[in-house]
């Protein structure tokens, strides 16, 4: 896995009429997307062409190492794929290399959520106790409730507690426990990362306040139907 100098978390947007990809230093994901509609390219070819030369610019104006991306049409699948730079010294970068996303996935996990909204699957403001497999309760606020809104929008008083953190999910390695475990035993009181307001938990109540949380957005991918 590339070292962690070379995975500047680089994203931008390439917009036209008609279609749009979010590329970063590892993926990149579009939707919606018609080659033929492209306003100063044609076809299959002009696509490759136009996306190869963003891509490099891109690369270059962020002093990106190496970058892997591609292009996904919901109904044709990739489209598009390419990779430039070196991983590692004398090792080129290609479709397998390992990248860490990081807070790309964020975007990502917004969007299904939202689409889960929209079928009316779940709603913004229901309490997520109602949809997730453990219950959490804020120890300062146990009759506020958490809602999915506020996981969303980092207002949950869920906090990341670093001390725990460090020593797991950001040393470049794989978690040493499934997410929904690890969620689990960071904020239910007993568990072995759970650690009392200030730690685990923010000093403020639910929707009072809107703190960066990875662990409040981890959660959204734990759902479960209501």
């Not at 962020?62 to 004398?90: T, Y």
């Amino acid at each position: 896995r590339p070292p962690r100098s070379t995975l500047f978390p680089y994203t931008t947007l390439f917009r036209s009429p008609i279609y749009s990809i979010m590329a970063c230093a590892g993926v990149a994901t579009a939707s919606a997307f018609t080659p033929a509609g492209l306003p100063a390219t044609r076809g299959a070819t002009g696509l490759h062409a136009h996306v190869t030369t963003e891509s490099q610019r891109i690369m270059a104006e962020a002093s990106l190492k190496g970058v892997s991306a591609a292009i996904v049409d919901a109904s044709h699948g990739v489209i598009w794929q390419g990779s430039f730079g070196e991983a590692f010294e004398g090792r080129p970068v290609g479709p397998s290399t390992l990248f860490q996303l990081a807070s790309v996935s964020k975007a990502v996990t917004a969007v299904v959520i939202m689409q889960q909204v929209e079928k009316g699957l779940v709603s913004l403001d229901t309490p997520i106790n109602q949809v997730l497999p453990f219950a959490v309760k804020h120890p300062d606020f146990p009759n506020s409730a958490i809602t999915l809104r506020q996981l969303l929008t980092h207002s949950s008083g869920i906090c990341d507690n670093w001390n725990v953190l460090e020593d797991t999910a950001v040393q470049n390695a794989d978690f040493p426990v499934p997410l929904g475990e690890s969620l689990r035993r960071y904020l239910v009181p007993g568990e072995d990362y759970y650690q009392t307001a200030g730690r685990s938990f923010c000093k403020t109540a639910p929707g009072a306040k809107n703190t960066y949380s990875n662990r409040s957005e981890e959660h959204t991918s734990e759902l479960q139907s209501p």
